[in-house]
């Protein structure tokens, strides 16, 4: 059984839709006392880091998402919940992380871009692996996803398994162990996409 971490950020109504598609069980999760009951967990999220962080803090979600990830079973952050898995975040000011992957999340810099583009990053780009991993699986070395964001993650490569060109090269898909993050949204990406969800309800 899949469990989706449900903390007031976001719809999550395309999220639940996406794995219905694949034939998964998600449920959404808003008690954190019953987050190791889930065999994988999704940790979503649209909005500002600081929000996202700040809710999971007012019932011990952020605790309960630390303890799930240290069984071993698999956890996906999307989006805003791929940015929440690294230690800290430079959105409105340094904010605190989950700290589940070494790294942190920085603001795209204009002045290093290559030729001028907008932010966000809106809309359909390349996601180039950089590493067999299971979500991955079936896939095409440079997979077309849908991507919505101004933020990024900055860290070690031995961490990327997805990289992405938007200005400058960024880190667009992370692992660390059972832990993974992806920052487009695979619920958006038609086949793409729910190949990667079905990828991770086997993996």
């Not at 034939?23 to 889930?38: F, H, I, M, T």
């Not at 065999?39 to 500002?48: C, E, F, Q």
């Not at 240290?70 to 700290?99: D, N, R, V, W, Y």
């Amino acid at each position: 059984m899949i469990g989706i971490v449900d903390y007031n950020m976001g719809n999550l109504a395309s999220v639940i839709n996406a794995f219905k598609k694949v034939g998964a069980d998600a449920r959404l999760e808003s008690d954190p006392s019953k987050l190791q009951q889930y065999d994988k967990l999704i940790l979503p999220g649209v909005g500002a880091f600081g929000d996202a962080m700040a809710h999971l803090k007012s019932n011990g979600m952020d605790e309960a998402v630390k303890v799930f990830a240290a069984s071993e079973k698999p956890l996906l952050g999307i989006c805003l919940g791929m940015q929440l898995l690294f230690e800290s975040s430079e959105e409105f000011g340094k904010t605190e992380g989950l700290g589940l992957i070494p790294g942190k999340v920085v603001a795209f810099d204009e002045n290093k871009f290559d030729h001028p583009q907008k932010v966000p990053h809106m809309g359909w780009n390349e996601l180039f692996v950089q590493k067999e991993t299971p979500i991955f699986e079936g896939l095409p070395q440079e997979i077309y996803l849908y991507f919505v964001h101004s933020f990024h993650a900055v860290c070690d490569d031995r961490y990327a398994i997805g990289k992405t060109h938007y200005g400058y090269e960024f880190v667009s898909a992370v692992q660390n162990g059972n832990i993974y993050g992806i920052q487009p949204h695979p619920e958006k990406s038609h086949e793409n996409g729910l190949k990667i969800i079905e990828n991770f309800t086997k993996s």
